[in-house]
């Protein structure tokens, strides 16, 4: 299914999603906090989109925003499109897990929660995964700041 289709078919079901290409191949969605789990699994559960695959879930910071990137695809369609959710609450920043969509979120999002302080809703195991517990912040926010291990040139 084409770009076009696909804002229209998955625009039928959220009509307030925001839709662009943003020099990208593929569709890029942004979804309220609010709607991400119900869109996610429309996208993964409806037959004519079935984006059974994530390929990739990234935290990122847009600062002000937090936010997460997903990359989903379909392997049965070749099709695929970037959903993403952004929040300002950036002392407590809160999404609803995918990981009871796609079971590969499960690690990225443990990811996601060591580097950038995102919290998942209902995440079955979340804790830090590289770091130690002891660690204080979150050194992939582009306001970290660690006197004792940053290397500036």
């Not at 990208?24 to 559960?45: C, D, R």
């Amino acid at each position: 299914m084409k770009n076009e289709a696909l804002q229209d078919v998955i625009g039928s079901w959220f009509p307030d999603l925001e839709f662009s290409e943003e020099a990208s191949q593929f569709l890029n969605i942004t979804v309220k906090p609010e709607q991400l789990h119900g869109l996610m699994t429309a996208l993964k559960n409806n037959p004519e989109t079935y984006f059974d695959y994530l390929f990739c879930l990234s935290g990122v910071d847009w600062e002000p925003e937090l936010g997460v990137v997903y990359h989903l695809e379909s392997t049965k369609y070749r099709h695929s499109v970037v959903v993403k959710v952004k929040t300002e609450e950036r002392e407590n920043p809160i999404f609803d897990t995918v990981s009871d969509i796609w079971r590969t979120a499960e690690f990225h999002e443990r990811e996601v929660f060591d580097f950038f302080g995102i919290k998942f809703n209902n995440h079955p195991n979340l804790k830090r995964l590289f770091l130690t517990e002891e660690w204080d912040g979150f050194p992939l926010r582009k306001d970290y700041v660690d006197d004792i291990n940053m290397i500036i040139k």
